[in-house]
């Protein structure tokens, strides 16, 4: 089974395109940072960086609704494409079919100042101490 799930911020805005066909595709890229103390220590952390496509309603959903530096998790399987870049050395890069992706950043946090965040149609979410949750009475529990 081939299947990659990946938590990261995207490194710009998402690209439309459509095929000849007319079906929508979506491209972008997402930054995942490794965890490791010792690059933490010498400045920015290292990141790996994955291309992700989404087609049809998702890629519409993807472009719509993410920008530059928003957090999203990514569900799909994964290939590794080998190229000769512009100096003559082999490169390899990681591609990503999107079958599911999560909008984690909440309204207006992380759109790196692009405005997109804002468009009409994002669900909002709750602020507050709560986080989001609501205190459930344990006799209103069915077991």
Sequence with gaps: MNKLFIIGN???????????????????TVAVNRRRASTAEAGQPEADFF?????RQLGENCNRFLSKGRKVAVVGPVQVNTYTAQDGSTRAS???TADDVEFLSP???????SGRSGEQGVPP??????????KVDDE???F
């Design 10 to 28: 995207l490194t710009r805005d998402p690209e439309l395109r459509s095929t000849p066909n007319g079906v929508p595709v979506c491209t972008f």
């Design 51 to 55: 291309r992700v496509t989404a087609w």
């Design 94 to 96: 990681l591609e990503v």
């Design 107 to 113: 309204r207006g946090e992380g759109d790196g100042g």
């Design 125 to 134: 979410v709750s602020g507050g101490m709560s986080g989001g949750f609501v």
């Design 140 to 142: 209103e529990l069915p």
